[in-house]
């Protein structure tokens, strides 16, 4: 069973930067043939498409409220298993419990097209 983990998230100022981590174990497909995505949630919204990379860490895409901001990568070393989002120029609205997410292939900003998930972690901007 895929399994994601994600680390990094904490309370920070605004105009700080992070970077969150997400760990993969249980692959049942090479890493390199996962497509991964991040997506957030604030309390009372609905689950946001964050950032979205395609396999063999090709295109990226983005979030309107994120672009020029935010990127994600995989690690370049395959055998790690890691994903990574690195925030920049972080703003109070960005405060929300941030998820990987993994499927097969190809790309995806819905979420309901994700297979596997992590359990999330908190991201919070303090003003």
């Known amino acids: 069973q895929v399994q994601l983990v994600e680390s990094g998230g904490r309370l920070v100022q605004t105009g700080a930067s992070l970077r969150l981590s997400c760990t993969a174990s249980?692959?049942?497909?090479?890493?390199?043939?996962?497509?991964l995505g991040w997506f957030r949630q604030a309390p009372g919204k609905q689950r946001e498409f964050v950032a979205a990379i395609n396999t063999n860490g090709g295109n990226t895409y983005y979030g309107d409220s994120v672009k020029g901001r935010f990127a994600i990568s995989k690690d370049a070393n395959y055998l790690n298993n890691t994903l990574y989002l690195q925030m920049n120029s972080l703003k109070p609205d960005d405060t929300a419990v941030y998820y990987c997410?993994?499927?097969?292939?190809?790309?995806?900003?819905?979420?309901?097209?994700?297979?596997?998930w992590g359990q999330g972690t908190q991201v919070t901007v303090s003003s």
């Open positions: 249980g692959l049942t497909i090479p890493w390199a043939d996962y497509a």
């Open positions: 997410a993994a499927r097969h292939f190809l790309a995806s900003f819905k979420a309901t097209e994700y297979t596997y």
